[in-house]
């Protein structure tokens, strides 16, 4: 019951962000003024439990949610045989060169206090 | 055999067919990871896809006739990128003490992430509108539909990019972030979930609690930076 409440919650936090957005042609997207409108909400105590249920329940099979929009690949096949090997050395690439810089920069911030937890 | 025929066709255009297949798929492939010790190539999104995808072009069935099924699956998407509040909110202590450093990172590495793909594919002679769906390809693919859209991409490409940065992302960070001598756990996941959005997420949960926790708050930052930048910097500059 309390997955329940808390997914028909979500849906609601999500709804007003989907209002607020078309209504006032906000630049962000609907489910992410929802995530904003969440964190003060957390704070009334009886919400919380069934909020983390659901959230919980939603975010450990998180990769599922993506297998339909994945299978879309199959309408892009000619773009993609198209592009495809240099699609693919961009996207690699590209997604190393963000994963190296997000680290270094983190890594320059908290170097020695994350390496002394991992001694 | 002409009744199997009939109730194959029958059964392939209700929306039964698209959840079931999507559900099958993704717990055998779950499976598999499972028995493999979670090695990254078994990735599960990958092989989901990579099944499903074939058994629509084998069968000839249409992207629309399997998304009436799989739509049940996809619209739980918007209420997780809410749910991402609540692991930042479980860890807001930890957000707010290492604020600078955690906003630093995700917007260099978000800015470094979008910049070398539109870049690079430039370089390459893509299309413009390869380009501008490129752009949002960090930011997990419901938010990069729309971010795509204000750019004047193609939604749907978009999603497709997402989804494969994400699966580039699950399957080398391992040996990227080995590479580069990073141990910590909150800088590894922090950083796959910056680059690679959801499904890096996804696979940092699998590995480590601390990174997990720490790409679902790099994933919701991205969102939230690359959704209020990325349209703002493209009106202020075209």
Not at chain 1, 85 to 104: D, H, N, Q, Y
Not at chain 2, 107 to 114: D, M, N, P, R, S
Request: hydrophobic fraction near 60%; proline fraction near 4%.
């Amino acid at each position: 019951m309390t997955v329940l409440r808390g997914l028909a919650f979500l849906l609601l936090l999500q709804v007003i962000g989907e209002v607020l957005s078309h209504s006032l042609k906000l630049p962000v997207p609907g489910p992410v003024i929802g995530l904003v409108l969440l964190l003060p909400s957390l704070r009334m105590a009886w919400l919380r439990d069934s909020v983390a249920d659901a959230a919980e329940l939603l975010l450990a099979h998180l990769s599922l949610l993506f297998v339909p929009v994945g299978v879309g690949v199959i309408t892009h096949l000619a773009v993609l045989s198209q592009y495809g090997l240099k699609l693919l050395l961009v996207i690699a690439v590209s997604t190393w060169i963000g994963m190296a810089v997000t680290a270094l920069v983190l890594r320059a911030f908290l170097g020695n206090e994350e390496e002394r937890e991992h001694g | 055999m002409a009744d199997f025929v009939q109730l194959w066709v029958y059964l392939s255009t209700t929306p039964l067919f698209g959840l079931t297949a999507t559900l099958v798929a993704y717990v055998a492939a779950q499976a598999l990871y499972a028995r493999v010790d979670r090695a990254p190539w078994a990735n599960p999104v990958l092989w989901s896809v990579l099944v499903l995808g074939a058994v629509l072009v084998v069968t000839g069935t249409s992207y629309p006739i399997y998304f009436a099924g799989a739509q049940f699956v996809h619209v739980l998407l918007g209420p997780a990128v809410v749910a991402l509040g609540w692991p930042m909110w479980q860890r807001r202590a930890e957000i707010r003490r290492r604020g600078l450093a955690l906003t630093s990172a995700a917007l260099l590495g978000g800015a470094a992430a979008a910049c070398s793909a539109v870049g690079l594919a430039w370089l390459l002679g893509m299309p413009e509108d390869i380009l501008r769906s490129l752009a949002p390809k960090s930011v997990t693919a419901p938010v990069a539909m729309g971010i795509a859209e204000r750019l004047g991409g193609i939604p749907a490409l978009a999603a497709v990019f997402a989804v494969m940065t994400g699966m580039v992302g699950a399957l080398s960070a391992k040996y990227l972030f080995d590479f580069m001598g990073i141990r910590s756990w909150a800088i590894r996941g922090f950083a796959l979930g910056t680059a690679s959005h959801g499904i890096g997420a996804a696979r940092a949960l699998q590995v480590h609690a601390a990174a997990g926790a720490y790409a679902g708050i790099a994933l919701g930052m991205q969102v939230l930076l690359a959704s209020v930048l990325m349209p703002l910097l493209y009106f202020l500059l075209f």
